[in-house]
């Protein structure tokens, strides 16, 4: 069993930065891919980035590319999202995902993924 906790999330104008933080418990992290979805009122939850067990390897969705960094640090069994040049558009719950089985290669799909934080808030103004 896997928990990740999401954290960091909160209230910031437009233009503005956030850090997201996902803990995740459990001895394997290091084996796990990594990614991170959100899901706007309304709206169908989608992917945002992904990075490999390792790190070497990262994805990340069009609209935020150039803006979003998904890193990670597999001492402390955390990845996180750091987010830039924030847009009101980017309002959304943000959620971490761990993929614990199959291939390492780095999935957009939410089906890929088994495991599931609780999601934290991010609300940008404009």
């Known amino acids: ?7 960091g999330g909160g209230s910031v104008q437009a233009g503005g930065s956030l850090r ?3 803990a995740a418990s459990g001895h394997s992290f290091s084996s796990y891919v990594m990614g991170w ?3 706007a009122a ?5 992917f945002v980035a992904a990075i490999s067990w390792n790190g070497d390897n990262m994805r990340s969705a069009d609209s ?4 979003f960094t998904i890193s990670r640090d597999n001492a ?4 996180y999202l750091q987010m830039n040049s924030l847009k009101p ?3 959304a719950v943000y959620y971490c995902a761990a993929k ?14 088994d495991y599931w934080g609780q999601g934290t808030q991010v609300t940008v103004s404009s």
Do not use: H, M
């Open 1 to 7: 069993q896997v928990q990740l906790v999401e954290s």
């Open 20 to 22: 997201l933080s996902c």
């Open 37 to 39: 979805f959100r899901q």
């Open 42 to 46: 309304g709206k169908e939850r989608e």
């Open 64 to 67: 935020v590319k150039g803006r």
């Open 76 to 79: 402390k069994n955390t990845v």
């Open 89 to 91: 558009e980017d309002t």
């Open 100 to 113: 614990t089985y199959g291939s390492s290669w780095l999935p957009a799909a939410i089906y890929e993924y």
